[in-house]
């Protein structure tokens, strides 16, 4: 009873947060650039990499569109690997003196002592660095050794930071799968507080890979470690808001799924395009800032985000859950969108 | 208006305070904490001329900034209602040495400006 009341009472907020889409969080891709070539990029596996960073001006003219914001307005700078720019420091003052919050997410090879201070006396407030697995798995997946050293320092750097609400991001695979509870004492031992783990979605490189996509039987064996991490409550442990995984919804996160993407989430890429999350298709582009006005395209475009209806077809046409997912995370809709590439709630009905 | 407040109403009806702070996949945390655009400029008390190599450090250790040509400096910290700022001459002492000195900005508001005079050894 309890729970029928409440999830009424979150279908209701999810309208409401979608009837007035506030643009809380607003991803800029500000290069294509990386330090990494790995096996599987979370960015977009198609993009071409030579395409010239986004030149600093054209983001903040774009942000001045913004006549009106929400209160907790955070600009999540991205790439690529935004720190291979050496301007990032400039772009988060510019951000600051427009009173908006922001912070990047790193791979962290170029994160060091001297960038770490001179990225919080920018005002940067929040920072997500991406580790998959201990030395070997990870130079693996990054696909180049010594990448682990300076992923630890640049964790060791990050949760010593007072300043910093930091946390840090695990793509599970089946090499890395095993030794979640290893990365779990590891990041312990190094004060981390909040660890996010996601699993990689079937497009472009990880197509082709076996060893990056995890069965149905691995995927639940990494929702029970998280719910497990989560009852001993020593740290953050989360499943990221990839996509919705029914009975395990209220064991695996802090707030039931909701796909925020075109609702609360916004986007400028690389070439000025406007969308979404930047791993979403990009058949899904509302515009671009350099014919567009941003704070225009925000408010009026972005219908298929915000009126999900059409996704209501293939595997999710007869599905009892549809109303609470509602199609699961929008970068599931990829190609001809005849069907989500992972239905996350259907690789565990699948295991029984 | 009226829609600001059913979603109050019922995000909290569902008992997910947390649902106004979220976090996209592939991003990061949002920012909360309060802190403080400290910015100015630190001059010699003898010359009145700007100083320049001048490390100005807070409370926080890890925000600390150097001074430029002009003498001028300019970062963010962590507000707290006692910060204590630290004024250094740490460069080699061939363009003078200067005598460090401490400050405590009570109660700072959201921007911060600063004369500092230092004198020299």
Known sequence: MFAIFRQLAFRKFRRAETHLHELNYLFWECTTRCTLNCIHCGSDCHRDSTHPDMPLGDFIRALDTLDTRAKNFIVAITGGEPLIREDIEDAGMEIRKRGMRWGIVSNGQLYDRKRHNSLLNSGMGALTISLDGLKESHDWLRNKPGSFAKVDRAIELAADSKRLNFDVVTCVNRRNLSELPSIYNYLQAKRVKAWRLFTIIPIGRAKENPELILSDNEFKEMLDFIAEQRNRGQMDVKFSCEGYVGAYETKVRDTPFFCRAGINIGSILIDGSISACPNIDRSFIQGNIYKDNFHQVWNSGFKPFRDRAWTRKGSCATCKDYTTCQGNGFHNWHGDKSNPLVCHKGKLEDIN | MRR?????????????????????????????????????????????????????????????????????????????????????????????NYISKDTILINPGQEVFLNITLEEN
């Open chain 2, 4 to 96: 600001r407040k059913i979603r109050s109403i019922v995000g909290g009806l569902s008992f997910a305070s947390a649902l106004f702070i979220f976090q996209a996949c592939y991003g990061m945390p949002q920012d909360m904490l309060d802190d403080v655009f400290i910015q100015g400029k630190v001059l010699s008390s003898t010359t009145n001329l700007p100083l320049y190599g001048i490390k100005v450090e807070s409370d926080y250790e890890e925000n600390y900034v150097i001074t430029n040509s002009q003498g001028e400096f300019a970062f963010y910290t962590p507000w707290s209602d006692s910060l204590k700022l630290s004024i250094m001459d740490t460069d080699p002492e061939s363009d003078g």
